[in-house]
């Protein structure tokens, strides 16, 4: 592989790390299965079997029970297996409720942005876009406690999340759609401001991908009863039956077909989150790698973190920009190459797998430090991803 050669860079290239990740999966979705996972653990799948049988149902009200249970979600609000993974689940919430009152939208990471395209160009809303540039979040002093709102607690592609929801009103008129699918199960989710929450398996707990799930409070279930948007609904969006929401939805009668096979892997991915200690054992567990992540960034001049502000960092999908100032001040596609390059030697290593930043971000790399993550094997990455930057950089000596 050709090497990306700066001018006056003459320093010779590092010896390879001694130390390597025992798991290197480090995507930020489908991200890694639990540690110890074991395809062997799935054999009592329901395979073959009806969805609503008796025993299928059983299943399907354990992995919304599970789920409830871990993320300490109130006995007030409903929790429902969706189509379409944490898009599906939004889109659902977007399409089923929104167009009530104007509606505000946080755009600071990629998705965000595509639910403002999806409001403003689908559904032709009375929409305004609170925006900000990759590694910020937009002034959330702006968002009216009289309209509805549209965010994602977490930028995914951005490493920028909101640091709590201070800035959501307790006596708000409007109603919260809170995209969650990289904080659930890392960060701390105030549900009494949150009226409808969404967020997937494959990101949340290394779950399989296609099935997302939406939690929603009284405030969305009443909204959803008093309302019917003005636009046709498809099948795979429709949460309520004969003017009242759809109970059985909330009971693991899924809307559509739910494979048995990923469903026991998610009741399998929350019996091992059990394990850890629950949800404050999973924050531990992502505080600690994306801490990891941080002392290294310290100590290191060409890498810096997308998000500028330490109280809005991810800890999660951690987001890295090149701050060396020659690399930095370089055309953005050449900086696309080169974090392509550093991912290409680390995955041939075989000690990194999906490092890049999101397509449509900033030129960089995105470490996942999620729950299914070891801060040990991030601990290891960090010397490769050294290495990496100095055989792409590096004019030999």
Same mark, same amino acid.
Request: proline share 8%; aromatic share 8%.
């Given at each position: 592989?050709?090497?990306?050669?700066?001018?006056?860079?003459?320093?010779?290239?590092?010896?390879?790390?001694?130390?390597?990740?025992?798991?290197?999966? /480090?995507?930020?979705?489908?991200?890694?299965?639990?540690?110890?996972?074991d395809?062997?653990?799935?054999?009592?799948?329901?395979?073959?079997?009806?969805?609503?049988?008796?025993?299928?149902?059983?299943?399907?009200?354990?992995?919304?029970?599970?789920?409830? #249970?871990?993320?300490?979600?109130?006995?007030?609000?409903?929790?429902?297996?969706?189509?379409?993974?944490?898009?599906?689940?939004?889109?659902?919430?977007?399409?089923?409720?929104?167009?009530?009152?104007?509606?505000?939208?946080?755009? /600071?990471?990629? /998705?965000?942005?595509?639910?403002?395209?999806?409001?403003?160009?689908?559904?032709?809303?009375?929409? #305004?876009?609170?925006?900000?540039?990759?590694?910020?979040?937009?002034?959330?002093?702006?968002v009216?406690?009289?309209?509805?709102?549209?965010?994602?607690?977490?930028?995914?592609?951005?490493?920028?999340?909101?640091?709590?929801?201070? /800035?959501?009103?307790?006596?708000?008129?409007?109603?919260?759609?809170?995209?969650?699918?990289?904080?659930?199960?890392?960060?701390?989710?105030?549900?009494?401001?949150?009226?409808?929450?969404?967020?997937?398996?494959?990101?949340?707990?290394?779950g399989?991908?296609?099935?997302?799930?939406?939690?929603?409070?009284?405030?969305?279930?009443?909204?959803? #009863?008093?309302?019917?948007?003005?636009?046709?609904?498809?099948?795979?969006?429709?949460?309520?039956?004969?003017?009242?929401?759809?109970?059985?939805?909330?009971?693991?009668?899924?809307?559509?077909?739910?494979?048995?096979?990923c469903?026991e892997?998610?009741?399998?991915?929350?019996?091992?989150?059990?394990?850890?200690?629950?949800?404050?054992?999973?924050?531990?567990?992502?505080?600690?790698?994306?801490?990891?992540?941080?002392?290294?960034?310290?100590?290191t001049?060409?890498?810096?973190?997308?998000?500028?502000d330490?109280?809005?960092?991810?800890?999660?999908?951690?987001?890295?920009?090149?701050?060396?100032?020659?690399?930095?001040?370089?055309?953005? =596609?050449?900086?696309?190459?080169?974090?392509?390059?550093?991912? #290409?030697l680390?995955?041939?290593?075989?000690? =990194?797998?999906?490092?890049?930043?999101?397509?449509? =971000?900033?030129?960089?790399?995105?470490?996942?430090?999620?729950?299914?993550?070891?801060?040990?094997?991030?601990?290891?990455?960090?010397?490769?991803?050294?290495?990496?930057?100095?055989?792409?950089?590096?004019?030999?000596?």
């Open positions: 592989m050709a090497k990306l050669v700066y001018a006056l860079r003459m320093t010779p290239a590092l010896d390879k790390p001694a130390m390597r990740p025992a798991r290197p999966f /480090f995507s930020s979705g489908p991200c890694a299965k639990p540690p110890g996972f395809v062997a653990k799935l054999s009592s799948a329901l395979l073959g079997r009806y969805h609503r049988s008796p025993a299928g149902a059983a299943r399907l009200k354990e992995a919304i029970a599970l789920t409830a #249970e871990l993320l300490e979600i109130p006995e007030s609000h409903r929790i429902a297996i969706t189509p379409a993974s944490d898009t599906g689940a939004v889109e659902m919430a977007m399409w089923s409720m929104l167009g009530a009152r104007p509606v505000q939208l946080l755009s /600071f990471d990629v /998705f965000g942005a595509t639910w403002v395209a999806d409001a403003v160009k689908q559904l032709k809303l009375d929409a #305004e876009a609170l925006e900000a540039p990759p590694g910020r979040l937009p002034d959330l002093s702006r009216r406690p009289d309209c509805d709102l549209v965010f994602p607690w977490n930028g995914t592609t951005s490493g920028v999340r909101v640091p709590d929801a201070g /800035f959501i009103s307790a006596g708000r008129e409007g109603m919260v759609i809170c995209d969650a699918t990289s904080a659930v199960f890392a960060q701390d989710l105030d549900w009494s401001k949150l009226d409808a929450v969404t967020f997937s398996w494959q990101k949340a707990l290394g399989e991908a296609a099935h997302g799930m939406i939690v929603l409070g009284p405030r969305a279930v009443a909204r959803l #009863e008093a309302y019917d948007p003005p636009w046709p609904l498809p099948k795979i969006f429709r949460l309520k039956k004969g003017g009242k929401v759809d109970a059985a939805l909330f009971e693991g009668s899924t809307i559509n077909t739910p494979s048995m096979l469903v892997d998610w009741i399998a991915c929350l019996r091992w989150a059990e394990s850890m200690g629950g949800l404050e054992g999973l924050r531990r567990r992502c505080d600690a790698s994306a801490g990891m992540l941080a002392e290294w960034v310290e100590q001049g060409w890498v810096d973190f997308l998000a500028e330490p109280a809005t960092r991810s800890n999660t999908s951690v987001c890295l920009r090149f701050a060396d100032p020659q690399v930095a001040a370089g055309p953005e =596609a050449e900086q696309r190459r080169l974090a392509a390059a550093m991912a #290409e680390l995955e041939k290593e075989g000690v =990194a797998f999906d490092v890049v930043g999101h397509r449509e =971000a900033p030129a960089g790399l995105r470490i996942w430090c999620g729950p299914t993550v070891d801060s040990d094997d991030v601990m290891a990455l960090t010397p490769w991803l050294d290495w990496a930057y100095g055989e792409v950089t590096t004019v030999p000596a």
